[in-house]
Structure formats: C-alpha cells, structure tokens
C-alpha cells in the first residue's frame, strides 16, 4: 500500500509538472513570442535568438540548449531530486514550446484578432499582461511541485558562488534585466522593453501569490525531536542558515529547541518537503516578513 502511494504521488508531482509547463508554453507562444515581448529568463532570450537568427533557431530548443550547461554546473548545488524534477520540467517546456509553435499561432491569429475591432494593431500591452499572468500560473505549479524550469534562477545560483555579496533574487533580477535590455538592443525598441517589464512583473507577482504569497521571504519556525537532521538538510539542500532557540513547553515542561530559518519564496516548497520528510509530526509556523537584512538577503548599506 506504501508503494502504490508512492508511485502514485511520484506520478501526480510529474503530472502537475507537466501540466505547469504546458500552460507556460501556450501563454509563451500565444502572447509573447508573436509580439517579440521578451519578458527575461531564458524564454525572453531566447526570443530574441529567434528573431534575430530570422525564426532559424527554435525558442523552445534554444532554451534546453543554454540550460545544458547550467544543469551540468548546477547538479551538486541544486540537490538530486530538484535537478531531476527540474531538468524534467524543462524538457517539457522546450518540447511543447517547439511542439504546438505552428498552432499557437494559427489560434493567435484566428481568436485573438477580433473582425469586428476597427483598430488592426494588435494590443501588445494586454497581450503582455495576459502573457504573464499565465505564465505566473505555469510556473506557479511547476514550483509548488519542487521543481523549476530551469533559466535564470539556476544561473543565479551559480553566480552566488562568484557574486558573494549578492543575493540569489538580486542576480536573478540583474540577469531578467539584461536580457530586457538585449531585446531592447536587438528590436530597437524600447517599448518592447517597457512590455516585457509589464510581463515580467505580472509573472514574478502571479508566482509569489501561487508559491508563498505576496512577499518575497518568508520565517519559519518549526519545533521537531529530530532538529538536528532538519537543520543540517536546511543548512547543505537549502544554503540558508539556521538559529536555534531554546524554549519549553508550558503544557509538558520539558526544554525544546526551536528552528529558526528565513527563506526565499521559492524554496519554501523545499522546506516543507525536507521538514516532512524528517519529522511529519513537526510543528511549523510560516510568517510573512517585511523586510531581511543581513547575509544571504538585503544589506543595509543599501549595495
């Protein structure tokens, strides 16, 4: 009976992947792609590539070919079930982007254009804005899943090790922000920039809503008889540190030590597993936070 629940979440958490991966495909190929609105991560790169090589280079192959070598220097740093689940999830994307490229098309142009609109210019502010709120809901289930597609979070991760003094959401904007700026050079346009930011942020808000919420961290307490193996799976899958406190228990009496971690929004998934994983038993709270200062998140000195 373990086995099959075993097999059975294993084929849901895929499922959901795929599903995740698919919808960002559509929304990458319905709103996006067509209208040059490159909003950053290796999709906007690679729609870029696409135009520029005059539509010879595939977006969807583009963007399993750049995350090759980022899989291959990410493995030790993203953990074994995140990097299959991940290197899947972007097989999937790449696929189906390159897959239904020719139908995605033929429906933007049969149900987006509206006959009886007297205005023939295609509305790339709307398109931009439903793009990446799609996107948001694809990538969403993709994270919730343990998993990513890939790009530049991955590529951020790796820079961290360079980059110390930046954190991972910093070089992750600082990567979307020169891909923008690429799409800008390359189109030369400006406005397609102004686009993709409408995109991008759109995207990033849809995610955060799905994932953890609103905010971009999250602290967790978690009070657990197995603190010891938690902390150290936080401290070596996560690279977040961790405070223990010491508390007692009013009801028993006994002394306990309390967990104390501060996270990303996109490893939030992580922890609950690697808590679970532990201890199901554990007792966690997730509380918003405004603001973090100090290593791994903002500085105070304003860098």
């Known amino acids: 009976m373990s086995k099959l629940k075993s097999i059975l979440k294993f084929l ?3 499922i959901l992947i795929t599903i995740g991966a698919g919808i960002t495909a559509l929304a990458i190929n ?3 792609v067509p209208y040059k609105i490159a909003p950053g991560g290796l999709s906007g790169l690679a729609t870029v590539l696409f135009y520029i090589s005059n539509e010879k280079l595939p977006v969807g192959a583009s963007m399993l070919a750049i995350n090759i070598p980022l899989f291959l220097l990410g493995y030790k740093i ?10 899947y999830g972007t097989i999937v994307l790449s696929a189906i982007i390159d897959l239904t490229e020719a139908y995605s098309y033929d429906f933007a142009e049969r149900i987006l254009v509206d006959s009886n609109y007297l205005v ?3 509305d790339i502010f709307l398109y931009s804005v439903i793009g990446g709120f799609i996107s948001g809901i694809g990538l969403g289930i993709v994270l919730k899943m343990d998993a990513t597609t890939g790009g530049t979070e991955l590529a951020a991760k790796l820079l961290n090790k360079i980059f110390k003094n930046m954190t991972i959401g910093q070089l992750i904007l600082w990567l979307d922000a020169l891909i923008i700026l690429f799409a800008i050079i390359a189109f030369n346009s400006i406005l397609i920039g102004l686009y993709s930011l409408v995109s991008l942020f ?7 809503a799905m994932v953890a919420g609103v905010d971009n961290s999250r602290a967790v307490l978690i009070i657990s ?8 799976r936080l401290l070596v899958e996560l690279d977040r540190g961790v405070t223990e406190l010491k508390g007692r228990g009013v009801y028993s009496g ?10 990303a929004r996109t490893q939030i998934q992580q922890l609950k597993q690697i808590v679970l994983e532990v201890d199901k038993n554990a007792f966690m709270i ?10 791994g998140f903002e500085t105070n000195d304003g860098k």
């Not at 759109?202 to 955060?208: A, C, N």
């Open 30 to 32: 319905i709103f996006l």
């Open 120 to 122: 023939s210019t295609p």
């Open 254 to 263: 006994k002394d306990k030590e309390v967990l104390l971690c501060v996270l």
């Open 78 to 87: 993203i953990g074994r079930k995140f990097f299959f689940r991940t290197v």
């Open 12 to 14: 849901k958490v895929y």
């Open 202 to 208: 759109i995207t990033t808000k849809v995610i955060d």
């Open 225 to 232: 008889e197995h603190q010891a193996e938690i902390s150290k």
């Open 286 to 295: 997730l509380a918003e936070v405004n603001e973090v200062l100090g290593e």
